[in-house]
């Protein structure tokens, strides 16, 4: 009878093992989200951005604000400083506002318009969407136990090495350069999202693809969002010459307004109804 608990005991802690390092790869692939009060009430029209930014405002600085409908000053950048941005936010004024988590919980709000993308892979895609090609893949099994590279973008000098122990980086889309290297995009592999691994040459790095460097350079960064988001800048919306800075929401204005009428006439009618009674 023992021996059979013992087996059962241990059966169970397996499956429990398991089951946590399943949690965990689980928890591993979550989508972090901001500590932030108006994220939070507002996550559901939030758009995850996840990509590097760089500071280009007027007068040489970009505001971060408390939120977008508060004006509360809470940091200054510098233009040319770089900041990872995970979510954006489009106001009822038609501007687009993207969140910063700093260090000790510190949060907050700039306007995108003041904000360029770091060249990455979704700029690479774009700068060359029509010569890309639609194809599913994997690389070749003889990559087992070797040290694979993979790329921010074809050519991209920042570039991370694995070696494969398992599981065979697959990749969708295939994009062959000028010196005739074929990259395949990799959506997920242990970490690493939206990345590229050179189909024909998995292990060469940057020297050993392009001893004499690429053969046309890659776009350099670009505004936020394209025409309709680059527009949202100073001498439009309203905002003449002036910084963009946080406006109260109008719905949310009303709704406050008349929850204080509310309050105010419920606070009346009680004080009649008090009186009245004492009256008596």
């Given at each position: ?14 499956i429990?093992?398991?089951c ?15 500590m ?6 507002h996550s559901s029209?939030c758009?995850?951005v ?11 600085k ?12 809470v ?12 979510f ?12 910063f988590?700093?260090?000790?919980g510190m ?27 639609d ?10 136990g ?5 790329w ?12 494969i ?12 350069d ?31 693809l ?9 776009g350099?960064?670009?505004?936020y ?8 800048k ?13 406006k ?33």
């Amino acid at each position: 009878m023992r021996k059979q608990m013992g087996i059962l005991t241990g059966m169970l802690c397996g499956i429990l093992c398991c089951c946590g390092l399943w949690a965990m790869s689980v928890r591993a692939d979550v989508i972090w989200e901001p500590m932030d009060s108006f994220y939070e009430k507002h996550s559901s029209e939030c758009t995850y951005v996840n990509r590097q930014f760089t500071a280009k405002g007027p007068d040489g600085k970009v505001i971060l604000y408390k939120s977008p409908i508060l004006p509360e000053q809470v940091a200054v950048w510098e233009n040319g400083y770089q900041a990872y941005i995970s979510f954006t936010y489009k106001d009822s004024h038609g501007i687009v506002w993207g969140i910063f988590e700093g260090e000790n919980g510190m949060t907050g709000w700039m306007p995108m318009a003041y904000m360029e993308a770091v060249y990455d892979s979704i700029s690479f895609q774009e700068e060359f969407e029509d010569e890309i090609q639609d194809h599913i893949g994997e690389l070749d099994e003889s990559c087992m136990g070797e040290e694979v590279f993979f790329w921010k973008y074809p050519g991209s000098r920042d570039n991370n090495s694995i070696i494969i122990r398992n599981n065979i980086p697959q990749y969708r889309w295939v994009y062959e350069d000028e010196d005739g290297h074929r990259f395949g995009r990799v959506a997920y592999y242990f970490g690493l999202r939206d990345v590229w691994v050179c189909i024909d040459a998995p292990g060469a790095d940057y020297e050993q693809l392009y001893p004499d460097g690429v053969s046309r350079e890659k776009g350099e960064e670009g505004a936020y969002g394209g025409e309709e988001e680059s527009s949202i800048k100073d001498g439009e919306n309203g905002w003449g010459t002036r910084r963009i800075v946080p406006k109260a929401d109008r719905g949310m204005v009303w709704t406050a307004a008349a929850l204080v009428a509310l309050v105010t006439a419920g606070t009346a009618v009680l004080l009649v109804v008090l009186r009245k009674k004492e009256s008596r």
